[in-house]
């Protein structure tokens, strides 16, 4: 039975193993971009900095990959599909083993800097790689692969690189990614032939499509709402500890459990809204994860540490991953009908803006550290309340959104979002 769900889920023929590599990459991107958290103490303890500053590394890294992605796309429009993964590899093996070798706090801002550039570039190429060398009908299995990987690096990536960090360090865990990255490479680099590029929109396509009626509001709410939950999670180590008392291995254990409900949160977003209006699941998702936030803004206040909220914060970690991805596809499906023929790149800004979100997030969970747990939940929480109002302003603004000659858009993980 595993040997055939794995031959149901690659794509056949010669193209299966470029894209079971692209799908390494991304799983080595998506651990990166994620594992930060859940090593953000020994960071900033090891470089000597207060975890206020140590999360401007989260800042930082979002800040650029929602800027450069749509500017590398551009610049490097016209190279060979296969030359810009390459390019995106290097940079990004270049930047974790910096991370991994940083003296101080200003080579880390620097190295994660670059580790987005990379990220940025890498992530849409791989998409679109895989859909043009697999055969039409398997398109959206090789689109799913490759996307899979930073949703599993959610489930798998993120804990695993938690628990080498705490174990032996967390430059070691930088290095565990430089390793998958070059992995990646050198298995493109053999067994990848060369990949056309189809050319990408401007940069002044992507901004007119900014002027979309509806679609600023979204852009808006997706922003707000991703800092929400970044907030919470950028400190997630920090505020487990003060609230339950959980730390060490307890925490790779609580980003598994994020990571798996996350993962089934994924695909149910999927079915429902195939099933449902996008606009109705993205409100009961919002709604969902404002009672979740409220929980855990309530929990931070009561429970200083408590045995009992240690098992409630096990609950609440679970409810928060099954909750706090569910609305993003739904914003997609309505971005993409309100797109019409600018839909890719109507995506490729709200890809913009959910990581315009964690660079916020970062900064203002930051700023809310030194006041407690309870003020940056409330903050979190405060921020999905915003997101809400405006989705439901633009619900309610937008009227029925047309569905007919929307393109099918493949539900990944807000990590695996691409910017083409």
């Known amino acids: 039975m595993p040997l055939r769900f794995i031959t149901a889920v690659l794509p056949s023929g010669p193209a299966r193993r470029p894209v079971t590599l692209l799908a390494l990459g991304t799983f080595a991107l998506g651990t ?28 930082v890294f979002s800040g650029v990959y929602a800027v450069s992605a749509p500017v590398s796309a551009v610049l490097t429009g016209r190279m060979g599909r296969k030359h810009s993964l390459q390019l995106a590899l290097a940079i990004f093996i270049t930047a974790n083993v910096l991370s991994a070798l940083a003296p101080g706090l200003g080579v880390m801002l620097a190295a994660r800097a670059l580790a987005a550039v990379g990220a940025g570039l890498y992530t849409p190429a791989a998409a679109a790689t895989a859909s043009s060398i697999v055969e039409p009908q398997e398109r959206g299995r090789a689109l799913t692969m490759v ?12 804990p695993l690189g938690t628990f080498i960090g705490q174990a032996v360090g967390w430059r070691v865990t930088f290095v565990f990614v430089a390793v998958l990255g070059a992995i990646a490479l050198a298995g493109l680099t053999y067994s990848l032939g060369a990949v ?27 922003l707000i709402t991703i800092c929400g939950v970044f907030t919470l999670y950028t400190y997630l180590t920090w505020f487990f500890d003060r609230v339950g008392g959980l730390t060490g291995s307890v925490m790779t254990l609580i980003y598994l459990i ?17 099933h449902m209006s996008p606009a109705r699941v993205t409100t ?40 706090s991805w569910l609305f993003y596809p739904g914003q997609q499906k309505r971005l993409v009908a309100l797109g019409g023929p600018r839909a890719t790149v109507v995506l490729s800004l709200g890809a913009s803006a959910l990581y315009g979100g964690q660079a916020l997030a970062g900064g203002l969970g930051g700023l809310l550290v030194p006041y407690g747990p309870t003020a940056v939940a409330i903050a979190a929480g405060a921020c999905v309340l915003i997101g809400l109002a405006l989705h439901l302003l633009s619900s309610d603004r937008e009227g029925p959104v047309p569905e007919s000659g929307a393109p099918a858009v493949p539900v990944a993980s807000p990590a695996a979002r691409t910017s083409s």
């Open 32 to 59: 990166d971009a994620f594992v930060i958290s859940g090593v953000l103490s020994e960071v900033g303890s090891d470089l000597g900095v207060s975890l206020s500053v140590a999360g401007l590394l989260i800042t």
């Open 258 to 274: 994020f990571g798996v409900t996350a993962v089934i949160c994924n695909f149910s977003a999927g079915w429902l809204i195939d």
């Open 196 to 222: 056309p590029s189809p050319g990408v929109a401007s940069l002044r396509e992507r901004v007119s499509a900014v002027a979309i009626k509806g679609v600023p509001t979204i852009l808006l709410s997706v």
């Open 284 to 323: 009961l998702a919002l709604s969902g994860l404002l009672l979740v936030q409220a929980a855990f803004a309530l929990t931070a206040q009561l429970g200083n540490g408590a045995t009992w909220a240690a098992y409630v914060l096990f609950c609440l970690v679970a409810l928060w991953g099954l909750s």
């Open 147 to 158: 996307l899979g990987g930073l949703t599993i690096a959610n489930a798998i990536g993120v």
